[in-house]
């Protein structure tokens, strides 16, 4: 009966938290999930950019599984704070940098791994061990593998272990209404090291720490100059529009930006006195961009007046349910952003707080309306009139978005010695290609 309770409201939470995550995103981008869904039992394994929200994405997509989340044991501190974890799946782990814990709870933590394994269920773990909202993979721990070899180990290398690396993109961290993508590359079986672990457990370890990176690197932008991490972040940036274009890999466009940038980064690290011009041009023109208050999605092309007539006509058509939705939505909005947000340094954890607190707040606000509603206006009329509610703020989002676009849009037509001061430097980056 525990076991059916503890079901019943996973089950409720992940639904609210779906529906949260549809309004957070403006498109979630998955690929290669279907050759991996039925890979059980299974070790997930990805990078690490954005607090508690990288665990939801699994949730969110991996609709035939539910996934156990290995997190750090500091949240678990209270009695209750435990209690609401375990309902869903989340379970302990301790690091030494967070004074917590011991070698013993730990040992225990991995044996509670196995049997999940043994039940043919799915653990995620995120192998860099913290978060960081830097593009690149950082130094691989040895808690994925420990779990790994342990669960083979005591069940004679026949456990049939997968092990799934996958990649996060968000192109805006911390913001709403962005894309996110998910890309799983290929699964394969811990048992694959078993010949090199039985002979060296070092080697073993080393090497499935070596593939996991590998296999994840490849399905993420992945910057792996670190020295001039800000410079090819601005060089992904501006040649996100020509990425697909240039790179052989075409699986996705993050797959063709992790490819285009370290291209680039592989012939510019030899070359100090190009990288030197090449940076000064790229920072000058990112000046420019900022200076002209650019949004970050801008696309440097001088735009129709067609295209100016169409985007503006679709603003205004949304205008009306925009301000609709600003009015509708101001005290749930007021209080996350506001109350909450505003308090928060650290902007990685902004849209995890924001899709946190939305699934829980704006149900029960809409219940409210509704409520209110159905004894003024009648319940029919009410329930028709809060269902249109997130329609509207859907709506809303989009003519925002639309919005950034023909602002940007009016500023490349006004300002077309941007556009020529891009094409020169993609030019130059182009050169290196040939």
Not at 334 to 352: C, L, N, P, R, Y
Not at 367 to 391: H, Y
Request: glycine share 4%.
């Amino acid at each position: 009966m525990h076991n059916i309770v503890k079901s019943l409201i996973y089950s409720f939470l992940r639904t609210l938290m779906n529906v949260s995550m549809a309004f957070s995103y403006r498109n979630i981008i998955v690929t290669g999930y279907d050759k991996i869904k039925n890979s059980m039992p299974a070790l997930f394994v990805s990078n690490h950019q954005n607090t508690f929200m990288d665990g939801l994405v699994l949730v969110k997509v991996g609709h035939n599984i539910r996934p156990n989340i290995l997190v750090r044991a500091d949240i678990f501190k209270s009695k209750w704070a435990s209690i609401a974890l375990d309902i869903i799946r989340l379970i302990p782990i301790y690091r030494k940098k967070d004074n917590m814990g011991s070698v013993a709870q730990n040992n225990e933590i991995f044996k509670k791994c196995i049997d999940l394994f043994k039940k043919g269920e799915p653990l995620l773990i995120f192998p860099e061990g913290n978060h960081a909202i830097k593009r690149f993979l950082r130094p691989i721990q040895k808690g994925p593998a420990r779990i790994a070899f342990q669960a083979e180990e005591g069940n004679n290398f026949q456990l049939g272990l997968n092990v799934v690396p996958f990649g996060l993109h968000y192109e805006r961290h911390p913001k709403r209404w962005h894309d996110l993508h998910v890309h799983f590359g290929d699964a394969f079986k811990v048992s694959d090291f078993q010949k090199v672990y039985e002979e060296n457990p070092t080697k073993a370890n080393k090497q499935f720490n070596d593939k996991i990176r590998k296999d994840i690197s490849a399905e993420m932008v992945d910057i792996q100059w670190h020295a001039e991490y800000e410079f090819m972040e601005h060089v992904r940036t501006l040649l996100k529009p020509y990425a697909m274009k240039w790179a052989e890999n075409k699986k996705s466009i993050v797959h063709a930006e992790n490819e285009v940038v370290n291209r680039i980064a592989y012939h510019l690290q030899e070359n100090e006195d190009l990288t030197s011009s090449l940076k000064e041009n790229t920072n000058n023109y990112f000046r420019e961009v900022n200076k002209n208050k650019l949004s970050e999605d801008f696309k440097a092309k001088k735009p129709t007046i067609v295209e100016f007539l169409f985007k503006a006509i679709g603003i205004l058509i949304g205008l009306p349910f925009w301000i609709i939705a600003k009015v509708i939505n101001f005290i749930p909005e007021f209080i996350i952003e506001k109350k909450v947000i505003a308090g928060v340094k650290d902007i990685t954890w902004h849209i995890s707080l924001r899709t946190g607190i939305s699934m829980f707040l704006y149900p029960i606000y809409y219940l409210l309306i509704f409520i209110v509603l159905g004894f003024s206006i009648g319940w029919i009329i009410a329930g028709i009139t809060v269902f249109t509610f997130p329609l509207i703020s859907v709506v809303m989002y989009e003519t925002e978005y639309h919005y950034k676009k023909l602002r940007n849009a009016f500023i490349l037509f006004k300002k077309p010695e941007i556009i020529k001061q891009e094409q020169e430097l993609v030019k130059e980056f182009k050169g290196l290609f040939v």
